[in-house]
């Protein structure tokens, strides 16, 4: 057989390939005759074809026929034979495959090779691909190689025993005593070696970790003496000494340091002159300094050196090349939560990197400049931010957005500031701005009262200029809904007033309902808008056109708030005013109904607590727990208390909105209509109205019960059943006084287990006679569709003589009639 063509004519002929198919048909061949020779156990030129696999395994053709031959150049007593064995193993085996278990005894015999170079391969191959097991085997060899004098196995040894450690961490502690004397060693690569293997026993165990720090002094020593000595030509780069192993000390000194302070006041010093000593034109030098910021940020440093390596990160700011500014701005990043001070000093740099054309340095800048914000910078900050808001790209508008929201509602300044701050943002990112956006900003303007005028004229003038911004449109729409007749009449005190008529309020709105740019939400916005405007404007006949015209709406959700208001228009017109009037200022942490969980004989019960009232206003509001529609699923639909002309006491002291227009928890509102199922209207209207609330009630003799008789104040029970749904219990409580003082502010509440739902209905009356002179009477239905045994927990809540009384009660002995 022909010898083979040597390596150099094959990559030749390779490189002379105008295709991809004429390559791989020279590859091809070229195998063929390698695995022939293979075949005939040609031991002459093994070690040519093996090296020639290696080339085609590079350029990323199948070579794994060659693994066996590896193994036997591995074996050969040829110093190149095993040069390219080793190599192949490198590169064709790893320890997924069984195969590579066949060296184990060719690498032990040669890490016990009498010439160092073949104990250097040995080396280098178990620390590039050696197993668990392989590593367990040979884990002794290699720490006595790590002892040995010569200082080229003792480099290699340092590395083939981070692998054994990382492989097999509880192997660690053989390498203890080899490492006495590492960092005594002159040589720079065992030196160098040493630090990294010290480094790995560092990181993977505490015990190390503390044995490893009285060596603290040792390599300050070290570092010291890089820096302080000569030009050395044999590890200089860039005229700095030795810079990889300056870094890998640096390294180790930072988790020698961390969380100990003996060990950061002995380093304190050399960080200090590395800091100020080191050059900082060349990329070498700064890639010296970078790792000394990250030591002086991580163990327990002085203030001075921190503000140091602070000032260090701020020059780089302004260094040309963009990987160091963007390692400048993540380390900042880092930082300004600890040393918030300091990076505020680089502000005027940092702001000035949100011009920047790189997108990774603009968002990094972008996300430090909204960790300086403060009191003390809010106007100028926001400034910046609202500029760079109008001109990034799309990406970063959404963040950028949520971060001034953050920042405003955090640091503003007044009222009007905020207002307008987030105004600005609706106008020029509205589109990119959070779900929860939009009730959020409705809540600032709700409780901003001295604003409204300011902001409804400042929003329609919004919409006039743009109504592509959908969120903004919403909003304005609530306002001009709410604040229409503020408009109007042009009591804006805080700029000029404009001169609107009620005619063209309501055409903007009308422009909403037909433009092709709303969305199906903010029609619904748009239409609550024109309902509200009915009690606030004289134009109510064209608002009752607009209304009637969109009951047959194609849009589900418009077509049902059009019938609902329709309904309000026709039968409830007398209610209108009352539904429709201005929403109260709203807790930011109010919620839908605010409850406590009380574990009560293993079942969770909600239980009503009391919360923080709003101002008294004249208004509807709910009664009790979020009151579930015991005929329309689980949607919550709120009973509105229509015979009390001032404001009762509510459980959850909240008006509920029964438009719909705002979710009070400040999460996204869907839809700003109720969602009242179209099906039933008449329930929720019909309890609104003077006719009888239970005409569908047939008495059934179940046998009254008393609930509660303490302190002169009686509750009575009566039961009747609901004919249409057998499982809702109707029951009647009779409030009595048998005290010689009126009781006043009277609030029932109830609680019941999970299983059950719940809707408590508004009380005859707020005030209990004294002396039994009249009773307070209030309707509960109860939904019990296990016919479990009915259990409740109520909560009484009275005015005595001028003392408030409160008091709570478990009613277990209902009888069983009532929920059988």
């Known amino acids: 057989m022909p010898a083979p063509i040597r390596l150099r004519e094959l990559i030749r002929t390779i490189r002379t390939a105008r295709t991809q198919a004429e390559e791989r048909e020279m590859i091809q061949k070229e195998c063929a005759a390698i695995r022939s020779s293979f075949r005939e156990e040609d031991n002459t030129y093994r070690c040519r074809n093996v090296a020639k696999l290696l080339y085609m395994h ?40 069984d195969v590579h278990l066949l060296m184990t005894n060719c690498i032990k015999n040669d890490l016990n090779h009498s010439t160092q170079y073949v104990q250097g391969l040995a080396l280098c191959t178990l620390g590039c691909m050696g197993s668990s097991e392989m590593c367990r085997d040979l884990a002794g060899e290699v720490e006595k190689l790590l002892k040995t004098s010569n200082s080229y196995l003792r480099k290699k040894a340092a590395l083939c025993a981070v692998h054994v450690i990382r492989k097999v961490p509880e192997l660690m502690e053989m390498f203890l005593p080899a490492t006495k004397n590492l960092l005594s060693e002159k040589n720079h690569g065992v030196l160098h070696t040493s630090v990294v293997l010290l ?8 015990d190390m970790l503390a044995h490893f720090r009285k060596l603290v002094p040792q390599l300050v020593r070290i570092l010291k003496n890089l820096i302080m000595s000569g030009y050395s030509p044999e590890h200089d780069v860039s005229g700095i000494s030795d810079p990889f192993l300056q870094v890998r000390i640096l390294r180790l000194l930072r988790i020698l340091g961390r969380s100990d302070d003996d060990s950061s006041e002995a380093m304190n010093d050399i960080l200090a002159q590395v800091a100020t000593n080191t050059e900082t034109s060349k990329n070498v030098g700064n890639a010296i300094l970078y790792e000394t910021v990250l030591t002086i940020m991580d163990i327990k440093s002085e203030s001075g050196l921190r503000v140091l390596a602070i000032n260090i990160l701020g020059r780089f700011l302004l260094n040309n090349d963009k990987n160091i500014r963007y390692v400048a ?13 300091a990076v505020q000093r680089h502000r005027s740099t940092i702001v000035d990197c949100l011009k920047d054309l790189d997108v990774s340095i603009k968002r990094r800048a972008m996300e430090l400049s909204f960790a300086l914000v403060n009191g003390n910078n809010i106007r100028g900050m926001m400034k910046e931010l609202l500029y760079f808001l109008d001109s990034c790209d799309p990406e ?121 740019l709303s ?16 009690t606030r404007f004289s134009s109510v006949n064209r608002i009752k056109k607009v209304v009637s015209i969109y009951g047959s709406s194609i849009d589900v959700e418009l077509q049902q708030r059009a019938v609902e208001y329709n309904a309000l228009f026709k039968k409830y017109d007398h209610m209108r005013p009352a539904l429709l009037e201005r929403m109260p200022i709203m807790e930011k942490t109010a919620t839908n109904g605010p409850t406590e969980i009380v574990q009560t004989n293993g079942e969770t019960e909600p239980s009503v607590v009391e919360a923080k009232h709003p101002p008294p206003v004249t208004q509807p509001t709910s009664q009790a727990n979020d ?33 719909g227009d705002l979710s009070l928890s400040g999460g996204p509102a869907p839809a700003p209509a109720p969602s009242v199922p179209t099906s039933q209207p008449s329930f929720l209207l019909d309890g609104l109205s003077s006719q009888p609330l239970f005409n569908d009630i047939a008495a059934a003799a179940i046998p009254p019960m008393t609930a509660y008789n303490k302190n002169g104040l009686k509750i009575d029970f009566t039961f009747e059943r609901a004919n249409p749904n057998p499982n809702i219990a109707v029951i009647t409580i009779h409030a009595s006084n048998s005290t010689e003082a009126d009781m006043t502010d009277f609030v029932f509440q109830a609680a019941v287990p999970k299983t059950f739902q719940l809707q408590l ?35 009484l809540t009275y005015t005595l003589k001028g003392s408030p009384v409160q008091d709570l009660a478990e009613v277990n002995n209902f009888p069983p009639q009532s929920w059988q």
Request: proline share 5%; glycine share 6%; with cysteine.
């Open 519 to 534: 969305t199906p939400v903010t029609r619904g916005y748009s239409l609550t808008a024109i309902m509200k405007l009915s």
């Open 627 to 659: 009151l579930l529609d015991l005929l329309g699923g689980n949607d919550v639909v709120p009973v509105i208390q229509t015979t009390m002309p001032t404001k009762p006491a509510s459980a959850g002291g909240e008006l509920l909105d029964l438009l």
């Open 396 to 516: 970063f508008k959404a963040d950028c957005a949520s971060g001034v929201f953050l920042a405003a509602e955090k640091y503003a300044p007044s009222k009007r500031w905020h207002i307008d701050t987030i105004m600005r943002v609706l106008t020029t990112a509205g589109s990119y701005v959070r779900d929860d956006s939009v009730p959020n900003l409705i809540q600032l303007i709700t409780n901003s009262v001295e604003m409204h005028a300011y902001t409804v004229q400042r929003l329609y003038k919004a919409l006039l200029d743009d109504i592509s911004q959908q969120p903004l449109v919403q909003v304005a729409s609530w306002c001009i809904g709410e604040y229409g007749d503020l408009l109007v009449s042009g009591q804006c005190e805080e700029e000029e007033p404009i001169q609107v008529t009620e005619d063209e309020v309501l055409d903007v709105l009308e422009g909403l309902l037909v433009s092709n």
């Open 199 to 206: 480094t790995e026993m560092c990181e993977r165990s505490p």
């Open 58 to 97: 590079m350029l990323g053709y199948p070579a794994h026929f060659g693994q066996l031959e590896c193994l036997k150049l591995i074996a050969s007593q040829k110093f190149t034979d095993k040069r390219i064995g080793y190599l192949g193993a490198m590169l064709l085996l790893d320890e997924r495959q």
């Open 761 to 795: 209905l508004s009380p005859s009356s707020n005030v209990v006679p004294a002396l039994n002179q009249g009773t307070v009477t209030q309707v509960i239905r109860v939904l019990n569709p296990q016919k479990q045994q009915l259990r409740m927990r109520i909560k």
């Open 329 to 341: 701005l993540t380390s900042l990043l880092k930082t300004v939560q600890t040393d918030h001070n």
